[in-house]
Every structure is written in C-alpha cells, then in structure tokens.
C-alpha cells in the first residue's frame, strides 16, 4: 500500500508527489485526465520559461520530471474519502488505502444554474451524500449528474431513501445505473420550494416530488471529498493552516481547491509545503 496518495496530477498535486518520493515514501498519484492546466493555451507567466509554453507541454514535463523519481500514477475517478484503520480513497479502479491523503483536486469551475438551487442549500440541497443520506431516510430523493460520481451519489441513498432519481438535465449517461434508480433527462426549470426542497419542475412542464436534492455533477472536488471525511470547507473551498493539513489528521489540501490566487506558482508552492510536511511527519513518526 501506498504511503502517500495524492489526488490530482495537477502542479500541486505533481509538486507534493515530487517531495514526498524524494523523501523516501511511495507515492501515488490518482487522476482522471487533464485538469486546468492541460486546458490552457498559453502561459507566459511562469518562472523559467522566457518563450510561450502550453498549458498541455508543461502538465507533461512536470508528470515525467515525477515519475522519474518513482511516483506511480493511476488513471481513476475518485468517488469518496474514508478512514478505515488509515485513509482511503475509494475510485473507479478499487479502494486504495494511504498513512496521508493530499488535496490537490483544483477548483470547480462548472456550476449548475439552475433557479433555487443555491436558495435551497442547506435546506434540502445537499453536496455530499454519505453526510446526509440519514436525514432523508424514507423520504423521494434525487441526484443530480450523469457520471460516475453521481452513480456513487444515487448508490449511498438507495439503501435509505424511499426512491432515487437521478437527473441528468440534458445530459448524456456516461455511467451504468441500476434499474432501481429512476432516471430523467429533461431539462430542468427550477428546483421549487419555500423553507425546503418540495419538487423539481422542467422545462416541458412536468414535474417530480422530492425531498432532497444531491448535487453530483462532474466529478468529485476537494470540498466534496473533504466533506465525506468531516475535513472544514468554507465557501466551496478546503480549510488547511500554513503547512497545508485539513482539519483531519493526515489528510492535506494544496492548490486550488485551498481558493486565492489561482496561479500554478501557489499551487507549485502549497504542494512542496504539503509534500515537505508530510516527509517530516513520516519520519518523526518511525523515528527517523
């Protein structure tokens, strides 16, 4: 088993592989595809480079310079966080377990617009379903998202919630789901309500009953993970000190996902903290 798993091969999560392998610890890195770096054109801001690099050519020269020093890589889906006896990480490919965790997921830059959605959080809409699955007990639930994330999502509830629906608002299935999850691919209007959640209405002017809301769309963010494990977030964004840990023992955030300036030299910088920590915490541990 690893010793350190990082989640997300972007330059934070890339920087914390490299200090955490230099240090002696086995290191994997678990992403799925490009992040925001890999997506970008153009970057003339970035130390070292007098001409213009793509975002692409330096996500790849960073997860070469990685695996150089030893760092494996798996390409998965992350689904959730859990402990059970140390940290686990539960994705598309298995369950992998890890003495630290770091963050380092970006941002999510995509949200759902649609009317009472915001209005109703905390109030029937909901991000994480492992936390709240047990308010819901019995009651007409539905999940939004069309990929695996949101199948984990509509799974947790399946076995509390009197049903399950998944909407897709439009969007393609890029996910097997069971038969006992209902799912519709309408367009959404607005999610209806005064002090909680009491139906979900669509454009061609149907309209479904439910009590609670899961939103899953994409895949999971930092905030969404660190909130399956009980990790402070605050404004969509992971809570961490100035050595980058969570609230959570072993678990770190680093990069976007932490919020402020979202330039890859923090991100380059948070991850090196976080990777930095973690090798002086292993040691003083074993008694190095």
Not at 250 to 272: H, R, S, T
């Amino acid at each position: 088993m690893a010793d350190v798993i990082v989640i997300g091969s972007g330059p934070a999560g890339v920087s914390a592989s490299l200090y955490t392998a230099r240090g002696g610890l086995a290191t994997r890195v678990i992403s799925k595809g490009s992040g925001a770096l890999g997506k970008t054109d153009k970057i003339q801001n970035y130390y070292g480079f007098p001409d213009l690099i793509s975002g692409e050519e330096l996500e790849r020269n960073g997860i070469e310079g990685a695996k150089k020093v030893g760092v494996e890589f798996l390409d998965a889906e992350v689904l959730s966080l859990g402990y059970e006896e140390k940290l686990t990480v539960e994705t598309t490919k298995g369950v992998f377990a890890a003495d630290y965790v770091v963050l380092a997921t970006g941002v999510q830059r995509k949200t759902a617009k649609i009317p009472g959605l915001r209005e109703l959080e905390g109030k029937g809409v909901s991000y994480c379903a492992i936390c709240d699955a047990f308010f819901y007990r019995q009651k007409p639930v539905a999940v939004l998202g069309s990929g695996e994330y949101a199948l984990h999502e509509a799974e947790v509830l399946l076995p509390t919630s009197s049903s399950v629906t998944l909407l897709t608002d439009g969007a393609e299935l890029t996910a097997d789901f069971p038969e006992e999850i209902t799912v519709i691919d309408k367009k959404i209007q607005k999610i209806e309500g005064t002090d909680c959640v009491e139906s979900v209405s669509f454009k061609d002017g149907s309209q479904v009953r439910i009590s609670g809301v899961f939103v899953a769309y994409g895949t999971a963010g930092g905030s969404d993970l660190a909130k399956k494990i009980g990790a402070q977030t605050e404004d969509n964004h992971v809570v961490t000190d100035e050595k980058m840990r969570t609230t959570v023992p072993g678990l770190y955030a680093a990069g976007d996902c932490n919020g402020g300036m979202l330039q890859i030299a923090k991100a380059v910088y948070e991850g090196a903290v976080a990777g930095t920590d973690i090798v002086k915490q292993a040691r003083k541990q074993a008694g190095v």
